[in-house]
């Protein structure tokens, strides 16, 4: 991310520094959604276990709305496999876009310390 040359070298050191606060910002966010979804996923997959130790006759019901259907033990099973599906893959996202700010980050402090030893050269 290349910089106006047209800013001056105190325009270009504020506009690094806000650039380091609002990308530590985002990973800080992808942490907490990254926390979340590994509750989700848990969660999922201890109920799961639970369902699968009953009898296929047991008479269950999923959640829709503020009403409850009833549902065969094997639709239960597939919805929660999903669930735990769906949190991985956003997970995993969520990796790859974390490792991206993080490096971003890093090469913005690589340029506030070049500009800071360039000015003491002065």
Known sequence: ALLSLALSPGQAFTELQAKVMDTQQKV????????????????????????????????MYEGVGRMFILQPKGVIHNQLLEKQRIAEEKIK?????????????????DNIREMLMARRAQ
């Open 28 to 59: 800080k966010l992808a942490d907490l959604q990254i926390e979340q979804l590994t509750k989700t996923k848990k969660h999922a997959h201890l109920t799961d276990t639970e369902v699968m130790m009953l009898v296929d006759e047991t008479r």
């Open 93 to 109: 996202e969520l990796e790859q876009k974390k490792s991206y700010l993080e490096r971003s980050v890093k090469e913005a402090e």
